[in-house]
């Protein structure tokens, strides 16, 4: 390639409009950091075992076989062919309990953290931009729900409602929205004052399309990074509920209600605990580097 | 001033405790789920369970439930356990101090680990040792209590047995005690045999509830520290031949410690939190392994006595935040 090309070339992508420029010059420095890229790839990895775990899993996560109980992993004494990661305790493959685990994980993780963003930044945008009346309405509320411990919350509200993959997701919605209220409200706030704002204003716009066609899309690259560190936290959330046996019901593999039997016979057969734990570690560091690393593709000031 | 500041929070704080505790009381009631379903025998006849519910005051109407419970709640009678058939603040008292115990314990670990982490990586910026602790750091930033918990399982009673799984004491060392204080009780009276028993059981909890807290305080107090380090006073004490590790503890950590200060206060809220599975997982006798044995078994009197003391604990430990914080820091003692 000519070099002046290539200087015309970024000459001519200079010049673009801003909104234009953005989104790809993004994602190429996203791309460029090796660690989102690795933890993406995880993600990436965890949805296809997740939606293939039909075809995917050796064996069938609930066919129980008490001949072939508590097999340590491959490689170590006693193991049994197939059985790459072992057997539980009523001899079911910890392999294909792990990848039918991420069913229940991920589920979590999207529908939990998403709901939890969408309410979170409703309310965020309302008090960030609809006045003082509501925003104090909006961020008491939001004081008093933060004020309460959320392991406690969390156990408290499954517990009314109910066990179920539902009211755990109810249950994590209800406690998280307070999040990305906060963070939407500043940044809303932020935004509010910015030039382009006033610009809209002063060409008549209606508060609705500069709240939504204005303000929101300059939120929204923080949300993102936002709702990506929230399915961590989900995903730990629905662990820790299926290990209380307040989750889904025992039939379905979660790796909380794994981790829960693992736990119980960690001195017969610690695989058991040990396979779920690492599923889990992986997933909550992936989704924090991924997180992580849209934070700081956002912020002007850590990104030098 | 200060003082106003600090009674204004706690008086919203309170009115906070009193509001969740009306929700929490009427959510219980409301909802499906028979708190005497589960205690009754498979043969009990419709005139036992009657009875039964008769004597937990639970056929009455909710408003008069309420005040029968708001009454005996100011004169400091939570109700009977339903499940312990005991004074729920007898249970409580009984539970807390070990709980108490673990979060201090906690606490001071996830300071002294934190600290020191981020006082090595300030004396080596710019090096690869400071890389070293912040691609660590990252990884420990996004890791939970419960995930710490069960990992120290596998490494301190699997790979390594070194440690005791469950408890809090050998039970045949339990005896002879005053106060529910275990480890505080045997260090005073001088029993390290026995405190060394308490510890070797804490260790685990412990380690699990400080290494987040610890994670955070390293990233905060690090970046304070790093900015600190370039301030005109750090020139000076520098040109005046002062020695790297005095120009980090003597000069700059004096002036950053106070966000770092401000937030561990909040995070030991998270870490009060985080006891209740944790304590769960390590069977270990607090209010945190109540906390969740009273809510799957619908004991009504306990979770509520739980709401509340859980509530007043992070009450009371913001406000020692912010005194603590004041006190720290003169422009705010005199605002």
Redesign the interface.
């Given at each position: 390639m000519i070099p002046s090309e290539t200087l015309l070339d970024r000459a001519a992508v200079e010049l673009q409009p801003d909104t234009e420029l953005r989104p790809p010059s993004m994602a190429s420095r996203l791309m460029r950091d090796r660690k989102v890229v690795c933890a993406g790839g995880f993600i990436l990895l965890l949805i296809v075992l997740a939606l293939g775990a039909p075809w995917i899993a050796p064996k069938d996560p609930l066919a129980q076989n008490l001949l072939l109980a508590t097999v340590p992993p491959a490689g170590l004494p006693g193991s049994e062919p197939g059985y790459l990661l072992g057997t539980d305790g009523l001899g079911r493959d910890v392999l294909s309990r792990v990848i039918y685990g991420t069913r229940v994980s991920l589920t979590v993780a999207f529908v939990a953290a998403g709901l939890a963003c969408l309410i979170g930044s409703l309310l965020g945008l309302a008090a960030g931009f609809l006045g003082s009346a509501i925003d104090a309405l909006i961020s008491r509320l939001v004081d008093v729900w933060m004020a309460f411990p959320p392991v406690l919350l969390s156990i408290l509200l499954v517990a009314i409602l109910g066990t179920g993959l539902h009211s755990v997701i109810t249950a994590i919605v209800v406690i998280d929205w307070t999040r990305f209220c906060r963070v939407v409200r500043t940044e809303t706030m932020g935004q509010a004052q910015m030039d382009y704002v006033v610009a809209a204003r002063a060409m008549g716009f209606s508060r609705s399309a500069i709240l939504f066609r204005e303000i929101f899309p300059n939120v929204v690259p923080v949300l993102i990074a936002l709702l990506t560190l929230e399915m961590g936290i989900a995903v730990v959330v629905e662990a820790i509920l299926s290990f209380v046996g307040l989750s889904v019901s025992s039939d379905t593999p979660t790796w909380g209600g794994m981790i829960a039997e693992g736990r119980q016979i960690v001195h017969e057969a610690w695989w058991v605990l040990a396979a779920p734990l690492a599923a889990l570690f992986a997933t909550v560091v992936a989704f924090n580097q991924v997180g992580d690393g849209l934070a700081r593709s956002l912020d002007p000031v850590l990104r030098r | 001033m200060l003082l106003a500041v600090v009674v204004k929070r706690a008086a919203m704080?309170l009115l906070?405790l009193a509001?969740?505790a009306v929700v929490?009381f009427v959510?219980?009631r409301v909802?499906?789920?028979d708190p005497v379903a589960m205690m009754i025998s498979p043969g009990a006849s419709a005139a036992d369970i009657a009875a039964l519910k008769a004597h937990y005051g639970l056929d009455e109407p909710l408003l008069i439930q309420f005040w029968i419970w708001i009454k005996g709640v100011v004169s400091g009678d939570f109700g009977v356990s339903i499940t312990l058939h005991r004074n729920v603040a007898a249970v409580l008292a009984d539970r807390l101090p070990a709980t108490l115990e673990l979060a201090a314990a906690a606490l001071v670990v996830a300071v002294a680990l934190g600290g020191s982490i981020a006082i090595a990586g300030t004396l080596m910026r710019r090096t690869a040792g400071e890389a070293v602790i912040d691609g660590l750091n990252?990884?420990m930033?996004?890791?939970?209590d419960?995930?710490w918990a069960?990992?120290l399982?596998?490494l301190f009673?699997?790979a390594i047995p070194i440690l005791p799984?469950t408890g809090r004491i050998d039970p045949v060392l339990a005896e002879g005690f005053h106060t529910k204080f275990y480890l505080a009780e045997s260090i005073v009276t001088g029993r390290f045999a026995v405190a060394g028993n308490i510890l070797s059981h804490m260790a685990m909890p412990t380690l699990a509830l400080a290494l987040p807290l610890a994670a955070v305080i390293v990233r905060l107090l690090k970046q304070s520290l790093k900015e600190a380090m370039v301030q005109d006073y750090v020139l000076l004490a520098r040109i005046k031949g002062f020695r790297e590790l005095r120009l980090v503890l003597q000069e700059a950590l004096r002036n950053a410690v106070g966000p770092t200060l401000a937030l561990t206060g909040v995070q030991f809220?998270?870490l009060?939190?985080?006891t209740?599975?944790v304590e769960?997982?390590f069977a270990y006798p607090g209010i945190g392994n109540l906390?969740?044995d009273a809510?799957?078994n619908?004991d009504f009197p306990l979770?509520q006595g739980?709401?509340l003391l859980?509530?007043l604990i992070?009450i009371l430990v913001n406000i020692g935040v912010d005194l603590t914080v004041a006190a720290l820091n003169p422009r705010l003692r005199h605002a």
């Open positions: - | 704080a906070t509001g969740v929490v959510l219980l909802v499906p789920g990252s990884i930033l996004a890791v939970p419960f995930i069960l990992a399982v596998l009673v699997i799984l809220t998270f009060i939190g985080g209740v599975i769960r997982i906390a969740i809510v799957i619908r979770i739980l709401v859980f509530g992070f």
